[in-house]
């Protein structure tokens, strides 16, 4: 699976957008770009994924730039409770269960 | 949707005694279960993949005698620390693909945190 970089860390007013990016320059053309989070002591959880057009869902957006080397997830109204570490992970899909390998991620602070 | 329940949450032991942790897929069939390991402030790192109803397949580096894996059903896998010790404390988490999606996602257990005295 391609490597990904992320910032280490970042931080968010609270109620105002909070932009992750995330770059895997070697991606390849089956590869997904998914998110995942972690808040402190619980396991990761599921926030989108997408392969090259932009996802829009409940929790999140992102956004995949043309040539698949770059992404932003985007939080657009963020909480205190979105204080977590992101992870930005490539991942092929090849029909049967393949493996995450998580980064060191960005941890996101949400302040008031 | 789907869960995935750990137990127990958290567990302290007796350096040489051995844990069970279990994981289940509560709402769904998991054909693949994987195990991670978590040191404080850093990532999750993957110890094993398990398949139901045949052997783990381990990561470099994870003894497979000291980390035992038994996913005998399609609801259950758990993991045995034996004879643990001090510095096998850290963060456990499963993680479970199956259900309805069609992109094998993996759903994550909320860990078990494991302090050996």
């Known amino acids: 699976d391609a490597k990904t970089t992320q910032p280490p860390s970042m931080d968010c007013a609270e109620g105002r957008a909070a932009n992750l990016p995330c770059n895997h320059s070697t991606i390849s053309g089956n590869e997904y770009v998914y998110w995942y989070r972690q808040i402190h002591s619980q396991g990761p959880q599921y926030i989108i994924h997408?392969?090259?057009n932009n996802e829009t869902n409940e929790m999140a957006s992102l956004i995949i730039t043309e040539d698949r080397k770059s992404s932003t997830l985007i939080l657009p109204h963020a909480t205190l409770r979105d204080t977590a570490v992101y992870y930005c992970i490539v991942r092929a899909y090849t029909g049967t269960a393949s493996k995450l390998t998580f980064g060191t991620g960005t941890r996101l602070q949400v302040t008031l | 949707g789907a869960v995935v329940s750990q137990h127990p949450s958290w567990v302290i032991c007796k350096s040489g005694t051995s844990v069970k942790i279990e994981c289940r897929s509560l709402d769904f069939q998991a054909t693949t279960m994987f195990w991670y390991r978590q040191f404080p402030k850093q990532s999750l790192m993957l110890m094993a993949t398990s398949n139901e109803g045949s052997k783990a397949t381990y990561e470099q580096g994870v003894e497979k005698d000291k980390f035992l894996i038994n996913h005998a059903s399609l609801t259950l896998s758990t993991l045995t620390v034996t004879s643990a010790h001090p510095e096998d404390s850290s963060f456990y988490i499963c993680?479970?693909?199956?259900?309805?999606?069609?992109?094998?996602?993996?759903?994550f257990g909320p860990g078990t945190r494991l302090t050996v005295l």
């Open positions: 993680s479970a693909i199956g259900g309805s999606s069609s992109y094998n996602e993996q759903f």
């Open positions: 997408g392969l090259k």
